[in-house]
């Protein structure tokens, strides 16, 4: 069982950046993809990122490609989104997320809030 | 892209009641798909993947069906912390994606 503590979020101009931590414990992290799942205030989940297990491979959703860009270290247990050019429209909860044998989303943490506001 | 779509997109149930939700996929997922449920201020939690295998930790009230584009979650009896929001996701191809949700509210 994994245990994930995401930190980074706050309040953000638009046009700004945020990089997003996901502190991993309890399962050997390289074993794991992991993924970037974010819930809109009041909506439901959208997928937005996930990097495989050695971060050889990289997928994005439609909406963020070429402004966020996800990334691990296996060697401190951490996954990272760095996010560029935000928008409003990003304002949300971002989680993390572990996968393996699939891309289920095995188990998540508590979320980060942010918010793109001028 | 797949699209998902669940319904109903709320309903209201007693304790002890049996709840199916339904989820569509806009093109065949083979069994690709997951459940989750979301209590309020908390982050979801796997109940069902691959449609019908049982996470560990999860109670045999919740099962899951179906294949190619349709799919269903019975929760047979329904329990105090059941109350709460339903997702599913399809896991077959990028972009992934999530319906709706359902939200089974107390009647």
């Known amino acids: 069982e994994g245990h994930f503590l995401e930190s980074g979020g706050g309040l953000v101009q638009p046009g700004g950046s945020l990089r997003l931590s996901c502190a991993a414990s309890g399962l050997t992290f390289n074993y794991y993809a992991m993924s970037w799942v974010r819930q809109a205030p009041g909506k439901g989940l959208e997928w937005v990122s996930t990097i495989s297990g050695q971060g050889g491979s990289t997928y994005y959703a439609d909406s963020v490609k070429g402004r966020f860009t996800i990334s691990r270290d296996n060697s401190k247990n951490t996954l990272y989104l760095q996010m560029d050019s935000l928008r409003a429209d990003d304002t949300a909860v971002y989680y993390c997320?572990?996968?393996?044998?699939?891309?289920?989303?095995?188990?998540w943490g508590q979320g980060t809030l942010v918010t793109v506001s001028s | 892209d797949v699209q998902m779509t669940q319904s109903p997109s709320s309903v209201s149930a007693s304790v002890g009641d049996r709840v199916t939700i339904t989820c569509r996929a806009s093109r065949g997922v083979s069994t690709w798909l997951a459940w989750y449920r979301q209590k309020p201020g908390k982050g979801p939690e796997l109940l069902i993947y691959a449609t019908s295998a049982l996470q560990s930790g999860v109670p045999s009230r919740f099962t899951g069906s179906g294949s190619g584009t349709d799919f269903t979650l019975t929760i047979s009896s329904l329990q105090p912390e059941d109350f709460a929001t339903y997702y599913c996701?399809?896991?077959?191809?990028?972009?992934?994606?999530f319906g709706g949700g359902t939200k089974v509210e107390i009647k």
């Open positions: 997320a572990n996968s393996r044998d699939g891309y289920f989303f095995l188990y």
């Open positions: 996701q399809q896991a077959n191809s990028f972009p992934l994606s």
